[in-house]
């Protein structure tokens, strides 16, 4: 471990601190956690998080768990301004790295139905999985160890282990 992750470390314990004094055990850690600035933790009353050991974040990381669990394995990194919604499960196993502005949910709104109906299917992302800047991870999701999604992507179904996955664009516009 480097030592502006032990500097990070130290710094970021009176948040943790304060993160279980307020959710307790919905929320579970270890005290080597590297949080950046403006790091926004939220749990609802049946939510739960589980961040492995040695986890990395940069500035703007956003985690949410609302009704659902979220798991984040060992020493996985998250640049600037990721964001993780949970509504049912997210699992992300250890060794990740996760570029600038990337969103996980595992959910979805059916826009044509009143605000709140929300469709639900758990995203998994297996281990030392690398996501590139500005990717998108939507419900149901499966994404395979060892695999390595570009930058710009949308992802949603399965992606093999070792993986490349690289999304083009058509630039197509539909009516609805």
């Known amino acids: 471990m480097n030592f502006e992750i032990i500097i990070r470390a130290i710094l970021s314990l009176p948040k943790l601190l304060y993160l279980k004094c307020k959710y307790r055990n919905r929320i579970i850690f270890s005290p080597v956690q590297s949080f950046g600035k403006s790091t926004d933790i939220k749990i609802d009353k049946r939510g739960s998080i589980k961040i492995g050991k040695e986890t990395v974040s940069r500035s703007g990381f ?9 798991s984040i ?8 301004n990721c964001s993780i919604t949970c509504m049912e499960r997210i699992t992300i196993g ?25 469709q639900t299917k758990p995203v998994i992302i297996g281990s030392h999985v690398w996501i590139g800047a500005n990717c998108t991870i939507l419900k149901g999701s499966q994404i395979g160890d060892g695999a390595v999604i ?10 093999k282990e070792n993986t490349v996955y690289i999304q083009k664009r058509n630039d197509k516009i539909m009516d609805i």
Not at 62 to 70: I, Q, T
Not at 73 to 80: L, P, Y
Not at 150 to 159: D, E, P, Q
């Open 150 to 159: 570009g930058a710009g992507s949308v992802v949603k179904g399965k992606i």
């Open 62 to 70: 956003f985690l949410r768990a609302e009704g659902g669990s979220l």
């Open 94 to 118: 250890k060794g990740c790295q996760i570029a600038n502005n990337v969103v996980i949910v595992d959910h979805d709104h059916d826009y044509r139905k009143p605000l709140g109906n929300y």
């Open 73 to 80: 394995g060992d020493k996985c990194f998250f640049n600037t």
